[in-house]
C-alpha cells in the first residue's frame, strides 16, 4: 500500500590508528636536529539511517552519526643534545551529525530534493613542537546546512543543479606566521579555530550528447563565503585580529567546460577549459591570486586491450598563482613580502595502458 516502504539501517564503526615520525637532520628550519613524535588516534562510531515513503514518489530520510574521537600526542625533540623540547597533550571530543532530507520522484529520470544537516570536523593537535600551548590544540569545527536541488539525468543528457546555505561555528583556518621576527626559519603553519563563518552558492552540473560523436559537458560553482573576526596569539605576547573577509582558497566562481569528439571506436579527442577567480591565499594575510584560465586536450585511442593517450595540461603556458607566502627573508631589514608558487607551466606527455 502507498506509503507503507520503509528500512532502517544501523551499525558502529571502530578504528585505532597509530601514526609515528622519527627523524635526523637540519629540521623545522634549523630549530632541532631529531625529531620523534607518535599520534594514536581512536574513533569510536554509532550511526543509523531510516528511510520512509510517506506518499507515493515522496520519501523521507533520515540519518546520524554519535562520535567519540581521542588524540593522545607525545613529541620530543633536540638541538644536537641542547634545548630538548618534550610536547605530550590529549584531546577528546563527543561529535553528533545529523541530517534529513526530502526526496520527491517527478518521473524515473527527474527529482527534487531538499534537506537540513548538522556536520562536524574533529579537532586535533599541531605538531610543531615550538608553537606556544595557547596554539597547541584546535577545536572541532560544527555547522549548520540548508540544501535543496534538482536532478534529471537520462542515457542522452545529465542536468543538475543546487543551493545551499551553510553556519559554521569555530570554523577551522589553516594559521601561518612568523613566530620571531627577522628570522625566516621560524615561519609555521598550523590550524586554529576562527569565531564563525558562512557559506552559500549555488552548484550547476550539465552534459549532453549533442549528436553520436560530439558530447559536452559543462560544472559551474558560485561560492560566497565570510568569516567573521577573530583573535588569536602568534606567540606567547602578540594577538592579532583577522577575518571579517571572505575564507581563503575559496574562489567565488569556478567552471569547467568539456568537448569530446568521437571520431570512430577507436580514436577519440577532447579539450577542457578550466576557469577560477580570485582568492585569498591565505586566511594569515590580505594577498589574492588572479583569475585564470587553463586549457588542456587529449586524443586517444583504443584497440583490444591496449590504449595510448596523447595529452597536453595547460597548453596555452599559462603563469598563475597556486599559493602565497608572506613574512620577512630577505636581509637586513626582513621585511614582510609576498612569495609566490606557481602552479605547472604548459606539459605534454604519452601514456599507454593495457587491460588484462
Known amino acids: 500500500p502507498e506509503g507503507s516502504k520503509k528500512s532502517l539501517i544501523a551499525g558502529f564503526f571502530i578504528q585505532s590508528t597509530k601514526e609515528t615520525d622519527d627523524a635526523l637532520g637540519y629540521l623545522l628550519g634549523g630549530s632541532a636536529s631529531e625529531f620523534m613524535a607518535s599520534f594514536d588516534i581512536k574513533t569510536l562510531a554509532v550511526y543509523s539511517q531510516y528511510e520512509k515513503e510517506i506518499i507515493s514518489n515522496l520519501n523521507f530520510i533520515i540519518n546520524s552519526r554519535i562520535e567519540r574521537h581521542t588524540i593522545d600526542y607525545s613529541g620530543e625533540s633536540h638541538n644536537y643534545g641542547y634545548d630538548s623540547t618534550i610536547v605530550i597533550f590529549t584531546t577528546d571530543d563527543n561529535l553528533m551529525g545529523i541530517k534529513s532530507s526530502l526526496q520527491y520522484n517527478l518521473s524515473p529520470t527527474v527529482m527534487i530534493y ?20 595557547q596554539n597547541r590544540i584546535y577545536k572541532p569545527e560544527f555547522n549548520l546546512n540548508y540544501e535543496a536541488g534538482y536532478k534529471n539525468i537520462n542515457s542522452e543528457n545529465k542536468f543538475q543543479i543546487t543551493m545551499f546555505m551553510m553556519s559554521r561555528l569555530n570554523q577551522q583556518v589553516q594559521i601561518s606566521s612568523q613566530q620571531e621576527e627577522g628570522n625566516p626559519n621560524s615561519f609555521y603553519y598550523y590550524t586554529a579555530n576562527a569565531a564563525n563563518g558562512h557559506n552559500s552558492g549555488i552548484e550547476l552540473e550539465f552534459s549532453t550528447k549533442i549528436n553520436n560523436t560530439l558530447q559536452f559537458s559543462f560544472n559551474s560553482g558560485i561560492l560566497k563565503t565570510f568569516v567573521d573576526p577573530y583573535q588569536f596569539m602568534i606567540d ?98 626582513y621585511a614582510d613580502k609576498l612569495y609566490v608558487q606557481w602552479g605547472d607551466p604548459a606539459h605534454y606527455g604519452l601514456t599507454m595502458n593495457y587491460h588484462f
Open 114 to 133: 531538499s534537506s537540513i544537516s548538522r556536520g562536524y570536523k574533529a579537532g586535533g593537535v599541531n605538531q610543531n613542537p615550538y608553537l606556544g600551548k
Open 236 to 333: 606567547s605576547l602578540t594577538m592579532v585580529t583577522l577575518g571579517k573577509r571572505e575564507t581563503a582558497h575559496a574562489p567565488k566562481y569556478s567552471t569547467t567546460f568539456d568537448l569530446n569528439y568521437l571520431f570512430n571506436e577507436n580514436i577519440t579527442t577532447g579539450i577542457t577549459v578550466n576557469a577560477k577567480d580570485a582568492y585569498y591565499f591565505s586566511d594569515s594575510h590580505d594577498h589574492k591570486s588572479e583569475s585564470y584560465q587553463l586549457l588542456d586536450g587529449y586524443i586517444n585511442y583504443s584497440h583490444k586491450n591496449w590504449s595510448i593517450s596523447l595529452w597536453g595540461n595547460n597548453i596555452l603556458d599559462t603563469r598563475y598563482a597556486v599559493r602565497g607566502f608572506f613574512f620577512g627573508l630577505e636581509p637586513p631589514e
